[in-house]
């Protein structure tokens, strides 16, 4: 039965809400017989998720507006994100690893060599949310604070061995001057880290905005405003900053002809075009 009296969960809004989508692809995915990755946590959390009407309503509507090219995307996102981080952990197997805008994001479960230690960043609201329904371990912590209240600097242990930000699915939500701001800071503070993110560029930014936000039921609350097709871009923001690996977010995948004809084309459409790109960058140097 539903639950739409009492709530036993946070509910979230505005950009806090677009969490939902990267956990409803990978807990769709658990169902399909050749999965791009499997996560089974996702799929119990959108259960427990569903007992309270809205999130249903939301899951919902995920079903029925959005095709398996987006659900792949945001599978492709994560594993891009995924290989990313074993790069850095090849060579700095202690190292700190930071996950910007966390949300209900699984992935240390995915890379863990049993040494790193992992911080999942996050709105307050969020980080309640997230608490309740995945626990936090030893080598695990939650820092409950907005990406821009750079106070959560303070809160990164020993940094010694490394340190590595991730972003799934996040900055171009903020405006750019703060992403700007926001890496010049990391910069200044943490010389010789590494950051692995995704971007889009202005027109796959307006095309998202439409067919993802305000499809999904999530266009008045959350926009994306903040566009970087080249790695160029911000590599001139500082001469420290410098680009270790930028590629087009389908060009290393292994293509499955079930995924159908017409969502292999679109994506080597957006391969292309540029239009959604995987950045890792190194800031600063020791």
Wanted: hydrophobic share 40%; glycine share 6%; charged share 25%.
């Amino acid at each position: 039965m539903q639950n739409t009296g009492s709530r036993n969960s946070a509910e979230l809004e505005g950009v806090s809400r677009t969490l939902l989508l990267p956990l409803w692809a990978r807990a769709r995915e658990c169902n399909q017989p050749n999965p791009i990755l499997t996560d089974n946590w996702a799929k119990q959390i959108v259960e427990n998720l569903s007992t309270i009407a809205s999130y249903k309503n939301s899951f919902d509507e995920m079903d029925r507006v959005f095709d398996r090219y987006y659900q792949l995307s945001q599978l492709i996102r994560a594993k891009c994100l995924d290989n990313e981080i074993r790069t850095f952990l090849t060579t700095h197997p202690s190292g700190t690893i930071v996950n910007i805008g966390a949300g209900f994001d699984t992935t240390f479960a995915r890379v863990d060599n049993g040494l790193l230690k992992w911080y999942d960043l996050d709105l307050p609201e969020v980080i309640t949310l997230r608490r309740k329904h995945i626990p936090e371990t030893e080598r695990t912590k939650c820092i409950a604070k907005s990406v821009l209240d750079t106070s959560w600097f303070d809160d990164i242990g020993d940094d010694r061995n490394g340190v590595m930000f991730v972003s799934c699915g996040v900055l171009f939500f903020l405006h750019g001057q703060q992403v700007k701001q926001l890496f010049l800071e990391l910069t200044n503070r943490f010389a010789g880290s590494e950051a692995a993110f995704d971007t889009m560029s202005k027109l796959f930014m307006v095309i998202g905005n439409w067919s993802v936000l305000r499809r999904s039921g999530m266009g008045n609350q959350a926009v994306m405003r903040w566009s970087m097709r080249s790695a160029q871009g911000i590599v001139n923001w500082d001469k420290r900053i410098s680009v270790m690996s930028e590629y087009p977010m389908f060009s290393r995948i292994r293509v499955d002809k079930s995924w159908g004809k017409s969502v292999i084309n679109r994506m080597r459409t957006v391969n292309r075009m540029r239009g959604i790109n995987i950045f890792h960058l190194r800031l600063g140097a020791k």
